[in-house]
Structures are given as structure tokens and as C-alpha cells.
């Protein structure tokens, strides 16, 4: 089964913006080039005929870069299973495709490449983390972590960390409970790409949801998206091919809907999911301001529009993020069989197309995994691996080995 | 400040399928009759000169009609606590509109008028309860309860509740926590009216989401919405006006995207918000399958297309439902501060039209209460007063009275 396009919210933010927070005119200069080859086309694996790395490979490519500018090698490791995992499930805006922007953070000293992440305040079922400024990933694992031990320990574990940084796909965190048998679900805050319901200016991250849960025999429920209609690299890629879309998904400049991809990119902004109020666009609003309280205002850390610029970074992100495990088995004997007989009706469903199942979320991304092992590694886009090529090059480290 | 239409998910269920839910013969026809009066209409106060009630004599009427058939005089004043706050704060839908429904239900036996709510299981931060098909409110109320105590203690209270009925609107039980200073959260399930991204049947439930947080002098930010785009009232109101509907709010029988409302309500569906799959309905449908993970698969309630029809009711509902409890003292200090501080920025924020400011969930219920505050009442549809009156007449209890 085919993966429908739609399904990647989080497809190919495009290095473009990962670039620009390069923080040193010479680094600048170097990622202008690197945006200029990626920014041309669609980075997605589908768009021409794709180099296929072995996962280990992709792994272990990360590592050696991040180590090489001084991150520390469990701190690597950590970023690189996370970025993997984004790949290998089909998320490529969230993997391989912003290493530069994580090596730059650490090159800069935007980001700190060792240390551990404090508890700062605890209780049976909670926790406030200082994120230390460390990689998005490392307090990411950190925090869910220790909601997974609270979660087991009394029920529930809501963690909240600020001093964080861009910490990957979101699913990664809400899968790592589930593997515990856990629901788990995170939130995190981003830097301002989101114009509220009624407003003009850009001042609301995309700010997603994760929510996962565990069926039986691995299968599981994970909803992985951001509270935008969509992510801005979908509006760049129409952009680049010159067609409309639709009306949901962003702003002009003046606060009015728009089709014109080249408005809503340049001055305009994206709109909550629902797109206009009369399409329900308040309630997608009304979600991402739910996900900015549970992160920058429940762990005070920055909020809303003082969230540093994506394309014009001052200063250390001091993003804030969410991480929740609840443990099913204080409910309701029985979970996962329920769980797996609920998402087994959906999937078998009459559809209204018939070459096209209903799906339930985590489907897509289960379908990707499939193509993965088929083909023996992750399918990149020559682009993204032309950029690898170069990074390493600049970085002095070995190139990422292709599949023979 | 005019409250937007779109601001009320809830607007107008029509008493139609209230009435529906009637079990005996005599009362269905009763129910038609009722259902004829009210379907003529928009029953909401903005449709004609309102006639106002004074809240205390709406909760007396409502208690008075439930008492009358039976039900325990403290569920009867915890139902009409409910019902009147939904009236109070615009969501017309869900208050004295429904009573007819809570009454039938008291008489059919469908749901026991009496009785306590029951702890089956429960750890430092968490519960399961049996709600003992009472009245959903007071399943509601005393699961809230629940979780704002362990939360108390834990930091976190998380509760699940089975064998629940229909509990007004969520918002209460977000602004139940939020009156003891916690972050509340709750959801429901619902029959289902819902079709999934890809089916053709409506599947799932309305499933809301309802998120609650304090900020400083009674100020708050509460969501209370639907996941699917619109309620159903709103496509019967379109109906009656022969009026096309946005292309988002729901399908036809084949499971095609409609602007015709006849076609959505006549055996099609709603979408989930986002309304198709290239405008994020995907990501609605996964909100509202992730709320009845919350609701009947952790709870082991009725779920999805196994909840009974809303139209042919056969049976208890069974509902599931969530409640949570989150103490923003458990993490940074200054929580109210800091929300407020983010509300206050986004009501500030330049509006794409200068007559309409920005709001943030919680503003137009929040102009509802002072409109009612300068009527010295709630506004009724003059449909929906007589209404009432023919429900008195009926039971044989004294007619609500409405303001001098």
C-alpha cells in the first residue's frame, strides 16, 4: 500500500531554515550552497529514484559527525536513534535531513553537547526538568524516562522540561512507553509558524501531539501531528511546482486565507488545523495553545511568540516539552486486546475508495517500516545524500555508506 | 462583543434526537410532537427576541421535572448544575435543551435516577469507575472529584469511568478542576455520528476534548470542542435554511465530500476536524479515535461503532469517559502568571479584521456569562420556552418562570 502523501505531516522541512541557524558568516556562506542544492526539489525519497542506506549505517553516519564537533558519544547516540527512527518511519523532515542544523548547534555552542538533564522538582507522579540546554533527544529519552518510572510507580507520570531543544519526531517519545506497555504522549513547543484564529502575524508554533498506545503482538496506535492544517515544507514544495493549495492551509500577509503558496511562505504564515474559523480552524488554535500551556507555561520556559525565530535564531532555543506515561493495567483489565480489536474494525472498514484501506494513525509509518526491510535500509533522496556527502566532507569524517 | 457563531461547537442538537432516545411507544409520540415544534426552528436565542429565565429558576425547573420522575433530589441538582453552566455559557445544545432526554431516560429505566458512583480499582494516581448508569453528570462530578484529590496527593489524578451517560458539556468538568487550581482535562465518548478519514459509515463518536487552565482573577483558557469539524446541529440548522454547508463539515451516503446538508444528515456523516484527508482530516479522525482510547478502551465502556445509535437507542449507554487532573504547583512556580500572561498576548494580537479581536477559548463563553449577567438571566428561543412549558405540563410540575 502506497503511503499516502498526506499522511507525512512533518514531510520535508527543507534544509533551507535547518540552515539558517548556522550562527558564523563562514558557516553561512557553506549552507547557502547546501539550501541552494536541496531547496531546488522535493528531498522526499519519492521524488526520484532513491539511495537506499542500511539503518546502522545512517546511525552510525550522525554519530560520527556529531562526535566529531564534540557532542558526547552517548549524546550522539541518543540523536542518532532519534533521527533514524524518523527516517525509518518515513518522517524524513525530522531525520537525516536536520543533522547539519544539530552539528551547527553544537559547532555554535547554541546547544550543549554534554552534561545530564536536572530534575529540578518531583512529586509520586510528576516532574520538572531543566533540560540543560542539551540536544532536544537526550532530554527528550531523559524526561520519558522518568515518566515511565512514576507512570509504573504510581499510575501516571506527567514530566515537563524546559531548556530543551528541537527534539526530533515527537513519536519517538510516545513510542518509548509504548514499548514499556504504557500509553505515552508529548508535546513539544516550536519556534512561531502558526497565525492564531482572527490574527495576522506568525506567533504559534506547530506545536504537536503525540499520542501512542500499545495493541497486541507490537501493533499499536501512534498519532504523531502537529496542530498546523500542515508543516511549512509542504507549502515550500508547492511552491517550488508552482501550484495552489488548499485553502486550509495558510495565511497572506494580511490574515487572509490563501491558495498562493508563494504568499503564505513569504510574510504570510500557516493555519491551525481546520484552517478558517467557519471550517473549525478555532479548534485547531485552541489545541495548539493547549500544547504551548502543558510545554512553555506548565516548565517556564519560552512561549508563544518570544520562541526564538526558525529562520533568524537569537540565543539558546529554551524550548519546553511534554511527556506523559500512563499505565493502562490501572484501568480497565484488558487494554491492548480492546485496543487491538478497535483499531482492527477501522481497518476493516468499507472504504469510499476501494484501492485504498482505511488506516488507522501509525499505519503509514508501519508501511514504511515494511519498505525499509524490503529494501534493506532507509530510501533517501540522492539530494539528501549529496548533502550527507558534503557535510562530511566539511566535517572531515567518512562518508555514509550506500547499500551495495 | 458579538459571540461568533463558529465559536459554539455545541450550538443547537436539536431536541429531535433527544427525543428519540424515547423508549415507550407513548412517549415517542409525545417526543414527536415536541420534535416537530422545536425542528421548525434555529432554537438558538440569537434566531428571536429571547425570553429570559433567571439561572436559579432554570436549575429549579430542571430539578424540579427529574424529581418528579424519580430521580434523587441531589442528582437532580447536579444534572441541572450542569445543564444550566452549558446554558449559561452559550452552549445552548447541551443545557435545557436536553432535559427531555435526561427525563425519558429517568422514566424508561434506561439510566437509574439513583444510586453512588463506584471506585473499582485505583493507585496513587489513578482510578477506574463504575458509574452505575447514573446520570452523567454525576458520574462526571464525582470522577472529577476523584482526580482532583489524587492529584492533591500525586501531583496527577487520572480517571476512567464506565457505564457513564451523557454528562452536559465537558467544559464543566475542565472548569471543575480549574475552580481548585489544576489544569483539568476530559473527554467522552458518544454514538457514533463520526466517519473516519477513507470509510463511508458514521463509526465514531463527536468524541470532545475538553482542556481547562487557570490563569489569575478567574481568568482561564477553556477548550471544549467537538473533534469532529462541526456538531450535527449545525448541519440540520443549514438544512431547514437551504443553505450549503463548508466542505469540510461532513460526507454523503457514499462517503463523498458534500456541501448539501440534506446529504450529510440523511445517512451521511460528520468529518472529523479538518474535514478531508488533504485539509488534516486525518488528523481530526486521529484525535477522535485517540479520545475514545481515553474513554471506552481504557475504561472497558461500549466504544466506537458498538455505542448505540443516538436515533435507535437500545439499551444503557455504557459510555466511557476521561477525567484529569494536572497541579500546575507541581512544576515551575507561577503557572497562573505566566498563562495569563500568554492569553493577555494573544487577546492583544493585531486581528485580520479590526472589529473582530483575537480571542482565546473560553472568550466567547466568557461574553455569553456577562451577556446573562445584564439580563439578569439565560436568553431562551421562544421554541425552546415552550418547550419547556409542554414538558411541565406533561409531568405535572410548575412551569419555569421567566423574567419579569
Given at each position: 500500500?502506497?503511503?499516502?502523501?498526506?499522511?507525512?505531516?512533518?514531510?520535508?522541512?527543507?534544509?533551507?531554515?535547518?540552515?539558517?541557524?548556522?550562527?558564523?558568516?563562514?558557516?553561512?556562506?557553506?549552507?547557502?550552497?547546501?539550501?541552494?542544492?536541496?531547496?531546488?526539489?522535493?528531498?522526499?525519497?519519492?521524488?526520484?529514484?532513491?539511495?537506499?542506506?542500511?539503518?546502522?549505517?545512517?546511525?552510525?553516519?550522525?554519530?560520527?559527525?556529531?562526535?566529531?564537533?564534540?557532542?558526547?558519544?552517548?549524546?550522539?547516540?541518543?540523536?542518532?536513534?532519534?533521527?533514524?527512527?524518523?527516517?525509518?518511519?518515513?518522517?524524513?523532515?525530522?531525520?537525516?535531513?536536520?543533522?547539519?542544523?544539530y552539528v551547527r548547534d553544537i559547532q555554535s555552542k547554541t546547544c550543549n553537547g554534554d552534561g545530564v538533564p536536572v530534575i529540578v522538582k518531583e512529586s509520586a507522579s510528576t516532574a520538572l526538568i531543566d533540560g540543560q540546554n542539551l540536544l532536544g533527544p537526550v532530554v527528550g529519552r531523559f524526561a520519558m524516562a522518568v515518566a515511565i518510572r512514576k507512570a509504573k510507580e504510581s499510575g501516571v507520570g506527567w514530566v515537563a522540561a524546559n531548556a530543551s531543544n528541537h527534539y526530533g519526531i515527537a513519536g519517538y517519545y510516545g513510542l518509548q512507553a509504548c514499548k514499556e506497555g504504557m500509553i505515552g504522549m508529548s508535546f513539544t513547543n516550536t519556534s512561531p509558524f502558526c497565525v492564531p484564529t482572527g490574527g495576522v502575524y506568525k506567533t504559534l508554533g506547530t506545536n504537536p501531539i503525540c499520542f501512542a498506545a500499545p495493541g497486541?503482538?507490537?501493533?499499536?496506535?501512534?498519532?504523531?501531528?502537529?496542530?498546523?492544517?500542515?508543516?511549512?515544507?509542504?507549502?515550500?514544495?508547492?511552491?517550488?511546482?508552482?501550484?495552489?493549495?488548499?485553502?486550509?492551509?495558510?495565511?497572506?500577509?494580511?490574515?487572509?486565507?490563501?491558495?498562493?503558496?508563494?504568499?503564505?511562505?513569504?510574510?504570510?504564515?500557516?493555519?491551525?488545523?481546520?484552517?478558517?474559523?467557519?471550517?473549525?480552524?478555532?479548534?485547531?488554535?485552541?489545541?495548539?495553545?493547549?500544547?504551548?500551556?502543558?510545554?512553555?507555561?506548565?516548565?517556564?520556559?519560552?512561549?508563544?511568540?518570544?520562541?526564538?525565530?526558525?529562520?533568524?535564531?537569537?540565543?539558546?532555543?529554551?524550548?519546553?516539552?511534554?511527556?506523559?506515561?500512563?499505565?493502562?493495567?490501572?484501568?480497565?483489565?484488558?487494554?491492548?486486546?480492546?485496543?487491538?480489536?478497535?483499531?482492527?474494525?477501522?481497518?476493516?472498514?468499507?472504504?469510499?475508495?476501494?484501492?485504498?484501506?482505511?488506516?488507522?494513525?501509525?499505519?503509514?509509518?508501519?508501511?514504511?517500516?515494511?519498505?525499509?526491510?524490503?529494501?534493506?535500509?532507509?530510501?533517501?533522496?540522492?539530494?539528501?545524500?549529496?548533502?550527507?556527502?558534503?557535510?562530511?566532507?566539511?566535517?572531515?569524517?567518512?562518508?555514509?555508506?550506500?547499500?551495495?
Amino acid at each position: 500500500m502506497k503511503t499516502p502523501v498526506y499522511w507525512l505531516p512533518y514531510l520535508i522541512f527543507s534544509t533551507r531554515k535547518s540552515s539558517c541557524r548556522i550562527t558564523c558568516h563562514l558557516e553561512r556562506a557553506i549552507a547557502a550552497r547546501n539550501m541552494a542544492t536541496i531547496n531546488q526539489t522535493d528531498v522526499s525519497p519519492s521524488a526520484a529514484t532513491p539511495i537506499v542506506v542500511p539503518s546502522a549505517e545512517a546511525t552510525s553516519f550522525i554519530q560520527r559527525c556529531m562526535e566529531k564537533v564534540g557532542t558526547h558519544p552517548e549524546h550522539a547516540r541518543q540523536l542518532a536513534d532519534v533521527l533514524v527512527m524518523g527516517d525509518h518511519r518515513g518522517h524524513f523532515s525530522h531525520g537525516l535531513n536536520r543533522l547539519d542544523m544539530y552539528v551547527r548547534d553544537i559547532q555554535s555552542k547554541t546547544c550543549n553537547g554534554d552534561g545530564v538533564p536536572v530534575i529540578v522538582k518531583e512529586s509520586a507522579s510528576t516532574a520538572l526538568i531543566d533540560g540543560q540546554n542539551l540536544l532536544g533527544p537526550v532530554v527528550g529519552r531523559f524526561a520519558m524516562a522518568v515518566a515511565i518510572r512514576k507512570a509504573k510507580e504510581s499510575g501516571v507520570g506527567w514530566v515537563a522540561a524546559n531548556a530543551s531543544n528541537h527534539y526530533g519526531i515527537a513519536g519517538y517519545y510516545g513510542l518509548q512507553a509504548c514499548k514499556e506497555g504504557m500509553i505515552g504522549m508529548s508535546f513539544t513547543n516550536t519556534s512561531p509558524f502558526c497565525v492564531p484564529t482572527g490574527g495576522v502575524y506568525k506567533t504559534l508554533g506547530t506545536n504537536p501531539i503525540c499520542f501512542a498506545a500499545p495493541g497486541v503482538n507490537g501493533d499499536d496506535f501512534v498519532l504523531d501531528m502537529a496542530t498546523t492544517t500542515v508543516a511549512i515544507g509542504k507549502v515550500e514544495i508547492a511552491m517550488r511546482k508552482e501550484q495552489p493549495v488548499p485553502s486550509s492551509w495558510g495565511l497572506d500577509k494580511d490574515g487572509h486565507e490563501s491558495t498562493d503558496p508563494e504568499k503564505i511562505f513569504h510574510g504570510g504564515g500557516l493555519l491551525p488545523l481546520g484552517g478558517a474559523e467557519n471550517t473549525g480552524g478555532y479548534k485547531g488554535y485552541g489545541l495548539n495553545v493547549m500544547v504551548e500551556i502543558l510545554c512553555g507555561i506548565l516548565s517556564d520556559a519560552a512561549f508563544g511568540p518570544n520562541i526564538r525565530s526558525w529562520t533568524h535564531p537569537v540565543g539558546a532555543a529554551n524550548l519546553g516539552q511534554g511527556f506523559v506515561a500512563i499505565d493502562p493495567g490501572r484501568f480497565a483489565d484488558g487494554f491492548k486486546e480492546r485496543l487491538q480489536a478497535f483499531v482492527n474494525i477501522l481497518r476493516h472498514l468499507e472504504p469510499s475508495d476501494p484501492s485504498r484501506p482505511v488506516q488507522v494513525a501509525g499505519d503509514p509509518e508501519r508501511a514504511h517500516l515494511r519498505k525499509c526491510d524490503s529494501l534493506g535500509g532507509i530510501p533517501y533522496h540522492v539530494n539528501q545524500i549529496r548533502h550527507a556527502e558534503e557535510l562530511a566532507r566539511q566535517l572531515g569524517v567518512a562518508p555514509m555508506k550506500t547499500k551495495e
